[in-house]
DNA sequence: CACACATTCAACCAGTTGGTTGACAATCCG
DNA sequence: CGGATTGTCAACCAACTGGTTGAATGTGTG
């Protein structure tokens, strides 16, 4: 669970992949059709596809001599929890803090 | 702001870093509490401080000799917007489209 | 069968990461 | 002042990234 975190978060650290789930969100793509918004050869995207897929971001099936990508969301969700629990979190606790703070600091 | 999601996402993508933010969400801690609970050097612990840093997720401020490092929330929060428009939209759409690709493969 | 198509694989490349060490700098303490 | 504390900086290392090429693989098409 904690190195899902580690590969949901890298997975999503990337301009490209993202605009590629993005573009899967619109329905099932072939590698080449994530290739071409990006100008990339099929080889570079089909790396960045198995960096989505070890995510668990992302499932394939082999459609004629094509390989058909389509989204799954579960660990956008997982993310999301731990996103939202320190979310929370700090805002809950960061007010006094920082208050305790800027008092001992005298002003920024 | 497009960069902005890649530094928070790749700041996130290390258990090292999601370890120390969580023991900054305790109060405010210098570098070297930072790396003891890692078995880390300063300098270690200092590049990840630099790179939570860069992502705005991290301020510091000296006092006598320490550097003492503090949350900051924000980006947490542009990642998390990210994550629940996406989160939103697919857990919407995905319900239709997976019932199409069923249909189509004929059972998984 | 031969060929085009969609993709993968292996090799390579420059740049980045996570980590170390060792030298240096700033600050407190006696 | 001298020393200990708390770092930073620069150099280095092995491993990984994002990307390319070119050769192979698997699959539909004539």
Chains 1, 2 share one sequence.
Do not use: Y
């Amino acid at each position: 669970m904690v190195e899902r975190l580690d590969t949901t978060f890298h997975a999503l650290a990337d301009r490209t992949r993202r605009g590629m789930l993005a573009t899967l969100a619109a329905g099932e793509k072939s590698i080449g059709e994530l290739a071409e918004p990006h100008a990339m050869t099929f080889a570079g995207a089909s790396k960045h596809v198995k960096v989505l897929e070890r995510a668990g971001l992302v499932e394939r099936r082999r459609v004629g001599r094509s390989q058909l990508c389509r989204l799954r969301a579960a660990p956008l969700h997982e993310a999301d929890q731990w996103l939202r629990k320190w979310e929370r979190f700090w805002n809950t606790h960061l007010d006094a803090l920082e208050a305790l703070i800027e008092a001992d600091k005298g002003g920024e």
